[in-house]
């Protein structure tokens, strides 16, 4: 079994109604009680609009990697989020996979851990709720170095609970 850090992000619709039901939506696929951080409130990124509200979740499954994927990805399209969004475009909910276990992956369909995550504030401040201890496999950095170095963005912890 693996210890997983999926990613959640929305900006649009009901983003907090959102979230609420994807974090019931990895529980119920996580065989062990998940670690939910807080919500985050973030400026948007690229070309979108809208503010986004980001968590993480730990989950923990004996899925491989691109089973994984693709029950989030079918999870998304349950939610209302376009099969081939623009990059960067304002979404209903957007899953990643963050860290899986130790592993590096490195796949045309899948690279764990996330290609941008490290220069993401919105992943890595509520990953280090989650998985505080966690090094990335491939660098060796902790997540406190990687908040360290990323690039600045405004965001805030939010008090809404979920």
């Known amino acids: ?10 900006n649009l619709g009901d983003k907090t109604s959102t979230l609420y039901e994807a974090g019931k939506f990895l529980k119920s696929i996580s065989e062990k ?3 939910k951080s807080s919500i985050w409130k973030s400026e948007p990124i690229g070309p979108s609009k809208y503010e986004f509200l980001n ?3 730990k989950i923990f499954t004996s899925y491989s990697a691109e089973p994984l994927l693709r029950e989030l990805k079918e999870y998304e399209q349950e939610a209302g989020r376009e099969k081939n969004p623009e ?26 851990p996330h290609q941008e995550y490290s220069r993401r504030l919105f992943v890595l401040l509520p ?5 505080p ?9 902790s997540i406190q170095q990687m908040i360290e170095d ?4 405004q965001i805030e912890k939010t008090e809404i609970n979920w």
């Open 150 to 153: 990323a690039p600045p963005m």
């Open 1 to 10: 079994m693996e210890s997983v850090t999926v990613a959640l992000g929305s």
């Open 133 to 141: 201890d966690w090094k990335d496999p491939v660098t060796g950095k």
């Open 127 to 131: 990953m280090q709720e989650t998985s």
């Open 55 to 57: 968590a993480t979740v």
């Open 33 to 35: 009680p998940i670690v």
């Open 87 to 112: 990059r960067w475009a304002p979404r209903i909910l957007d899953l990643d996979i963050i860290q899986f276990g130790n592993l590096a992956i490195q796949k045309e369909s899948l690279i764990i």
